[in-house]
């Protein structure tokens, strides 16, 4: 893999992303799944307004600052969960078939005895796929974000680190998923990549349990399904830095998944940063040695 | 040598593709790939275009080994399945291609142009390729492949989906490329179509290679002579003797004499001549592609 990075090399890879970005802008699971955001945005938004009419207007006996602030933090802090689970849906949804839908259908013989090398292509699917997710996660996590500090004036601490950290969600996903599909097919690549979403997310619940009554093995069974895939942590982190400490009325967060206690250390947070990556290198290496 | 091979060998799992394939394409050749269905044409083409690796043995295309990526700037090639993204026209697929292949986007609009009115697609430009026609398609397959003007074409079935207009169309364009000194690697099995534009060809059946050479090569050999007489005759032993002819069939008006080849035929007709007998016409059987395809193939498959 010592391939020279030439600029004739990067416009290879930008035609590949940006016709994949094109792509993915029109099919049918964004489309889909935009609308279905823009529906689940607008309940929120609805659920805030009227939380925080009932609070402005004393319908809520004497309550004073702190707890107000707590309940808004708690309010945001709900909303990201399912808003993430969304991008993370999209996200393995549009990548699953990236690189084997092409390759069953043979519209991949045309690209591919064009002076491009395979993992190029490769990359170019990733970085296209990548940049549709990053503007879809921005506007999703960034209108959950505004919406709870609009009308809740939710308390957000870290803010620039937390979407950074939730743009960075789906990219995790979208590695997993490229990678997938240059070996398997699209559908048991799919089936696979949610498997692995849903076998994240319970490692994350254990570990967290594990944190609170203190026992080791929960952690430790955590940490290898981070290993795994590590969506569930980043999330974690995400949410550590979006809310200032304390303010959450329970240390696990209202309901163990949506919180953020056993928050991640800093070199989970590296991992999950080029686990996106690694990913993408090991479908490069597949992909390369395979028969088209 | 524009196209080498040694021994090229393909196994998908434990069933062979291609065994030990060597072939030579000179340049400026249109070559004829040939053999019946599943005899391994595609597998070759998709070898020499790097989609497959070769389970062992080499190859070299325009002078880089096999899945060098360089040498596709140089070469172009329609796949068998010729299938291309239904939501694009052929002006963003072409500039989709043409990025790929390196090009100037100064280039790419007029070379467009160029390839789509040489296939007879240049009012489609902005159509979807989802509702083109499946000859359309291979039509946009094969301005898609020649694109950046390449020195090798691989083609494999080019006609497969065109009407005889199309094929014949497709003909003119690649004695056309031909003239303009590129080299086409034709896989088909349309023998008729392979005669007429074809330099060279090979035979492949059940994987190997079983005949290959200059098509008027293959194409020469012992002759059939059809004579049509103005009256019942039977030529002397010595007469055909003479010229090494031998008498296959004899009907009262009518004679067919083998001969070891096509340059013995006046002499045939002067001794014939020479003996008395008034001849009305005389044809000569030709030996062509099909007879060739048909011995080859189906000698494999009694030997
Ligand atoms: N991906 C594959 N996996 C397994 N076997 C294959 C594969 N592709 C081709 N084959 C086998 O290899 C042999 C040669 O196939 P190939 O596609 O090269 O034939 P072909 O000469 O192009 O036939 P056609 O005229 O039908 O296009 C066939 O017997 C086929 O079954
Ligand atoms: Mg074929």
Not at chain 1, 120 to 132: H, I, Q, R, S
Not at chain 1, 159 to 181: K, Y
Not at chain 2, 46 to 53: A, D, E, N, R
Not at chain 2, 78 to 90: A, H, I, K, N, S
């Amino acid at each position: 893999m010592a391939s020279v990075w030439t600029r004739s090399a990067a416009r290879r890879v930008l035609a590949v992303a940006a016709l994949t970005f094109r792509e993915a802008r029109r099919r049918w699971v964004v489309v889909a799944a935009a609308a279905m955001t823009l529906g689940y945005l607008a309940l929120y938004g609805a659920g805030l307004y009227f939380a925080s009419r009932d609070i402005a207007g004393g319908a809520i006996s004497s309550m004073d600052e702190v707890t107000i602030k707590m309940i808004g933090a708690q309010m945001l802090s709900l909303g990201l969960f399912p808003s993430s689970l969304i991008v993370g849906l999209v996200a393995v949804f549009s990548s699953v078939g990236s690189v084997s839908g092409e390759l069953d259908s043979s519209v991949a013989h045309g690209p591919l005895t064009r002076p491009i090398r395979r993992s190029e292509y490769v990359l170019g699917k990733f970085v296209g796929l990548a940049a549709m997710l990053t503007v879809y996660s921005l506007a999703v996590m960034g209108s959950v974000v505004g919406l709870a500090v609009g009308f809740m004036d939710a308390p957000t601490d870290n803010l620039a680190a937390a979407i950074a950290l939730f743009v960075l969600e789906p990219l995790i996903l979208c590695g997993v998923a490229v990678f997938g599909s240059t070996r398997l097919p699209t559908l048991a690549n799919g089936v696979l990549c949610t498997a692995l979403y849903g076998i994240g997310f319970i490692g994350g619940v254990i570990e967290q349990i594990g944190s609170i009554i203190s026992n080791q093995v929960m952690l430790n069974i955590g940490i290898v399904t981070s290993l795994l895939l590590p969506v569930d942590a980043v999330h974690r982190k995400a949410v550590t830095e979006l809310l200032p400490s304390g303010v959450l009325l329970d240390p696990s967060g209202g309901g163990v998944s949506f919180g953020a206690s056993a928050v991640p250390s800093g070199w989970m947070v590296a991992y999950a940063v080029a686990f996106p990556l690694i990913m993408i290198l090991l479908g490069m290496r597949v992909l390369q040695k395979r028969d088209l | 040598m524009i196209i080498h091979t040694e021994d090229l060998t393909k196994y998908y799992g434990c069933k062979l593709g291609n065994d030990r394939i060597c072939l030579s394409v000179p340049e400026g050749h249109i070559f004829g790939f040939l053999g019946p269905n599943g005899a391994g044409k595609s597998t070759l083409v998709k070898m020499l275009v790097g989609l497959i690796h070769p389970t062992s043995g080499a190859g070299e295309v325009l002078g880089r080994p096999l899945g060098d990526t360089s040498a596709r700037k140089r070469m172009g090639f329609l796949p068998e399945t010729f299938r291309y993204q239904g939501w694009l026209t052929p002006a963003e697929l072409l500039a989709y291609h043409g990025r790929l292949l390196g090009m100037e986007a100064s280039q790419i609009g007029p070379a467009t142009i160029d390839v789509m009115t040489q296939v007879g697609l240049a009012d489609e430009l902005r159509t979807k390729i989802r509702n083109f026609s499946k000859g359309m398609q291979q039509r946009l397959g094969i301005a898609c492949a020649m694109l950046s003007g390449p020195e090798l074409l691989f083609l494999d079935e080019p006609t497969s989906a065109l009407d005889p207009l199309g094929r014949r169309h497709v003909r003119e364009l690649l004695l056309g490329l031909k003239a303009k000194g590129t080299t086409i690697f034709l896989n088909s099995h349309l023998l008729s179509e392979v005669e007429l534009v074809c330099d060279s060809v090979a035979v492949i059946d059940r994987a190997r290679i079983v005949a290959s050479g200059s098509l008027s090569e293959l194409l020469t050999g012992p002759c059939e002579v059809e004579v049509f007489l103005a009256e019942p005759f039977r030529p002397a032993e010595e007469t055909l003797a003479g010229v090494r002819g031998t008498l296959l069939e004899s009907a009262p008006e009518r004679l067919v004499i083998g001969l070891p080849d096509a340059e013995a035929i006046p002499a045939l007709v002067a001794a014939l001549v020479h003996e008395g007998t008034r001849i009305l016409g005389v044809e000569r059987r030709k030996r062509n592609l099909e007879t060739l395809f048909i011995e080859t193939v189906s000698e494999e498959q009694h030997g």
